[in-house]
């Protein structure tokens, strides 16, 4: 039975030609790079946030004053790189009964897939897509302790942890520091459609964002707000149906929108939405993170997300072995300059 492409079969109405197929995958690549800041880093390098210290000057003037001693604020974070790989194997008996048969060569190698258009325009366009993807997930939904709900975790059941276990990313850092400066957290107290498309409800989580962001956040220069596609268009909703106008959301990359509202940016990433209703079972879907894209750092060794690639025709069991690796950490660089709702 085939299992590769399978709901294409080779049915006379169906394309042939699979440079015809259509991308299943909305999600491709939103350019990783305009929403983090990509560094280069090795496991344990340093990070140092320097800031402007304590206030100078006191009453008095005159002779043989009184000298302070001062220094800039300080501090020392560490990089934690995780190391994640995909090792992955394709069979040409797979594709037998399927369009892709058609691209497939004649002959002995006829598992050799390298040249072919089932390469070219299938496997490696998608496995690329993939890779991007992984970056996305690990960056931000990253968990090294991540567990199933029946476990006592927040991922689904029927979703095998060890997706989002090689490093603890943005959502895990998010978590801790609310967990330690509660203020930092607005509390979206009941998280379901149902009660948030209410009307005042999405701008006012927003609003209350705001009033609830300390010093160090406020005083972020080019401020955004992440969020995801469901609390992006329940902002939407809200304005739309309280008179205020619309919101001119500008169209980026395959469903990541970008708006304007009160000189900060709003950045709907519907990557979140996905990976919240595919690993979260779909609890808490309106989420919103106010920083700057300049506190928000992305770590891997020499800047590049994929340290080896390798993809080969192996002839003694006739298969193709695609494999991928690299290492990858996240973090803010000021834990206290953000505020989440959620």
Not at 34 to 61: E, H, T
Not at 69 to 92: H, M, Q, T
Request: include cysteine.
């Amino acid at each position: 039975m085939a299992t590769f492409l399978e709901n294409l079969t080779l049915e006379p109405e169906n394309i042939r030609d699979l440079r015809q197929l259509i991308n299943l995958d909305t999600l491709r690549d939103e350019r990783i790079q305009d929403y983090f800041r990509v560094v280069s880093a090795r496991n344990g390098d340093p990070v140092g946030l320097i800031g402007k210290g304590d206030p100078i000057g006191a009453a008095g003037c005159g002779c043989s004053p009184t000298y302070e001693s001062w220094g800039p604020a300080n501090a020392l974070k560490r990089w934690s790189l995780g190391c994640w790989e995909a090792a992955l194997k394709v069979c040409w008996k797979d594709m037998e009964g399927t369009i892709a048969e058609f691209a497939l060569k004649n002959g002995t190698p006829i598992g050799d897939l390298n040249g072919t258009q089932v390469m070219s325009e299938v496997i490696y366009p998608l496995i690329t897509d993939l890779y991007v993807d992984l970056v996305w997930r690990l960056a931000w939904f990253g968990d090294t302790a991540a567990d199933t709900q029946t476990n006592g975790g927040a991922i689904d059941d029927n979703v095998d942890p060890d997706l989002v276990k090689a490093v603890d990313g943005l959502w895990k850092a998010i978590l801790t520091q609310v967990a330690i400066d509660a203020s930092q957290q607005t509390a979206i107290s009941t998280n379901t459609k149902a009660a948030v498309l209410q009307s005042g409800v999405p701008m006012g989580i927003i609003d209350q964002m705001m009033v609830d962001a300390n010093a160090a956040t406020m005083a972020l220069t080019n401020k955004v707000i992440y969020m995801t596609a469901a609390m992006a268009s329940a902002i939407e909703w809200d304005m739309r149906n309280s008179g205020c106008g619309c919101m001119p959301w500008e169209e980026r990359v395959n469903g990541v929108r970008v708006t304007k509202w009160n000189g900060i940016e709003y950045i709907a990433l519907p990557k979140w939405d996905e990976y919240i209703q595919y690993f979260e079972s779909g609890n808490s879907p309106y989420r919103a993170v106010l920083t700057n894209r300049e506190n928000i750092l992305i770590g891997t060794p020499g800047g590049e997300f994929m340290q080896d690639f390798d993809m080969h025709f192996d002839r003694i069991t006739r298969m193709m072995y695609i494999y991928g690796t690299g290492k990858l950490g996240a973090m803010f660089l000021n834990d206290a300059a953000f505020q989440a709702a959620f």
